[in-house]
C-alpha cells in the first residue's frame, strides 16, 4: 500500500468511525428523551432495546476494526467487518420491516408487501452466507466481478428505494371524506416518505461507490460503518412522528366548561369544534319569572361594574355566549367576544 492509498484508507477510516459515534450518540440520546413519554407497549419496548443492543455491538466493531488497523498494523481485519456485516444486515432487516409494516397499515397491500420482503430477507440472507463463505474483505479479493457483497449491497438498495416510492404512491392515492383526517395521513406519510428517502439516498450513494471500479473501496467504508445506525435513527424518527402526530390529534378532545352566568341559550349541551379540538358547554335551565307592570327591576345578584375584572387569556377558544338571567341588561356591554360563535 503506497503512501496515497494509506492516506486515503486511514481517513476513511477515521471519518467512519467518528460519524458512527456521532449518529449512535443521538441515537442513545433520542432513546432517553423520548423513550418515557412514548408509552411503548413491550413489544415495542423490548424491540428498541433489542436493535439498541444491536447498534451498540456494531459500534463496538467499527472501534475494533479501527483498533486493530492503526495500533496492530493490521490491513483489513476479518472478524471487525464480519461481525459489523451481519449487525448492519440485521438493522436493516429491522427498518424495512418496520417501513414496510407501516406501508401495509396504510394501504393493506399484501402482495406487495411481501414482494418488497423478499428483497429484505435476501439482503440479509445473502449478507449472512458473506460472513459463512470467508468474510468481506476476501470475497473482494478474489475479484468476481459480482460478488455476493455487492449483489446483497443492490437488493438492499432495491428495498430501500421500493419502500420510499411505496410511500409517495399510497400517499397520492389515498382518498378519504374527513379533510382532518386526509391532513393527519399526509402529514405521516410525508414523514415516513423523508425518512425513506434519507435510507434510500444512503443506500444508492453506498452502492455507487461499490460497484464503480474507479472509486476507491475504502470510500465505501465510509458509508458500510454507518449504516446500521441511520437505519436505527429512521426507526426512532418515525416514532417520535408517530408520537407527535398522536399529540395533536390524540388525548383529551373535550373541555368541559362549568356553567356561567354567561351561558348558551339552551337547555342541552353545546358543542363547538375548532380544527381538531372539541368544547363541550353544559347547559342549565334558568328559572325566571317575568316582571310584572310597575314593578322595580332589581336583579338578582348585586354587581358592581367597576369590580368585574376581564378574564385572563386562556389558550381554550372563548365562545360568542349570551346572558338568559335578568343581569343581561345591566352586563351587556362586557359580554366576551370571540372568533368562534355558537
Known amino acids: 500500500m503506497d503512501s496515497w492509498d494509506s492516506r486515503l484508507a486511514i481517513s476513511c477510516l477515521l471519518v467512519g468511525t467518528w460519524l458512527n459515534s456521532i449518529f449512535f450518540t443521538v ?3 433520542l432513546g432517553l428523551l423520548y423513550m418515557r413519554p412514548w408509552k411503548l407497549p413491550p413489544s415495542l419496548f423490548y424491540g428498541f432495546f433489542l436493535f439498541t443492543l444491536n447498534d451498540l455491538l456494531g459500534t463496538l466493531c467499527v472501534y475494533a476494526n479501527a483498533f486493530i488497523t492503526l495500533l496492530d498494523d493490521i490491513d483489513n481485519p476479518q472478524w471487525p467487518a464480519a461481525a459489523l456485516l451481519v449487525s448492519t444486515g440485521l438493522s436493516a432487516l429491522i427498518e424495512q420491516t418496520f417501513m414496510v ?11 406487495w408487501s411481501l414482494f418488497i420482503m423478499l ?13 459463512i463463505l470467508g468474510g468481506l474483505y476476501n470475497e473482494f479479493a478474489t475479484n468476481d466481478p459480482l460478488p455476493l457483497t455487492s449483489i446483497a449491497a443492490i437488493l438492499c438498495t432495491v428495498a430501500d428505494v421500493l419502500i420510499a416510492l411505496s410511500m409517495v404512491w399510497s400517499l397520492s392515492g389515498f382518498d378519504v371524506v374527513s379533510q382532518s383526517t386526509k391532513h393527519l395521513i399526509r402529514s405521516i406519510c410525508l414523514n415516513a416518505l423523508a425518512s425513506g428517502a434519507v435510507v434510500a439516498t444512503v443506500t444508492v450513494l453506498a452502492m455507487i461507490t ?4 474507479s472509486i476507491d473501496l475504502h470510500i465505501f467504508s465510509v ?16 416514532f417520535y412522528q408517530r408520537h407527535r402526530q398522536q399529540a395533536l390529534v390524540g388525548g383529551p378532545h373535550e373541555v368541559s366548561m362549568p356553567p356561567s352566568e354567561f351561558i348558551v341559550d339552551s337547555f342541552v349541551p353545546t358543542t363547538v369544534r375548532s380544527g381538531t379540538a372539541e368544547i363541550r358547554t353544559t347547559g342549565r335551565s334558568m328559572e325566571t319569572a317575568s316582571p310584572k307592570d310597575g314593578d322595580e327591576f332589581e336583579p338578582k345578584n348585586d354587581i358592581d361594574l367597576d369590580e368585574i375584572s376581564l ?7 372563548a365562545l360568542y355566549t349570551t346572558a338568559t338571567t335578568a343581569t343581561s341588561s345591566r352586563v351587556s356591554e362586557s359580554t366576551t367576544h370571540s372568533r368562534f360563535a355558537v
Open 101 to 111: 409494516h407501516r406501508y401495509w397499515m396504510v394501504t393493506r397491500n399484501t402482495i
Open 27 to 29: 441515537e442513545i440520546v
Open 311 to 317: 378574564p385572563r387569556p386562556s389558550r381554550v377558544p
Open 119 to 131: 428483497f429484505a430477507l435476501a439482503h440479509m440472507s445473502l449478507a449472512i452466507a458473506v460472513v
Open 210 to 213: 461499490l460497484l464503480v471500479e
Open 223 to 238: 458509508f458500510f460503518v454507518i449504516m446500521g445506525r441511520i437505519y436505527s435513527l429512521t426507526i426512532i424518527m418515525n
